[in-house]
């Protein structure tokens, strides 16, 4: 069985960090790009971040730009988010995936479950 699963999202407030995690079983991910995406209450879900398979390239959405860090474990099948200068606007399900070096949804094969971070304001 193919599992992504993500761990440390929370509740913290305006201008604090929390650090995501994602990791792998059932195949390898150590080839395949990895990517964050979020979805907010009564909105879409959304392109946060991706780290191809080597960890070299990475691509962030406008919105976190020079705030989010995206990195991969050394195992490759495991995935970090580190977020930094929160904003209530953050406020979503954070669900990282596998599949190829892209912000678009359909390009990726495996989803985990989802992880809520709530910044309060």
């Known amino acids: 069985q193919v599992l992504l699963v993500e761990s440390g999202g929370g509740l913290v407030q305006a201008g604090g960090s929390l650090r995501l995690s994602c990791a792998g079983s059932?195949?390898?991910?150590?080839?395949?790009?990895m990517g964050w995406f979020r979805q907010a209450p009564g909105k879409e879900r959304e392109f946060v971040a991706v780290?191809?398979?080597?960890?070299?390239?990475?691509l962030y959405a406008d919105s976190v730009k020079g705030r989010f860090t995206i990195s991969r474990g050394n195992g490759k099948s495991t995935m970090y988010l580190q977020m930094n200068s929160l904003k209530p606007e953050d406020t979503a399900i954070y669900y990282c995936?596998?599949?190829?070096?892209?912000?678009?949804?359909?390009?990726?094969?495996?989803w985990g479950q989802g992880t809520q971070v709530t910044v309060s304001s």
């Open positions: 995936a596998a599949g190829d070096f892209t912000d678009q949804i359909p390009k990726y094969d495996y």
């Open positions: 059932g195949r390898t991910f150590s080839t395949s790009a």
């Open positions: 780290i191809n398979w080597t960890g070299a390239r990475a």
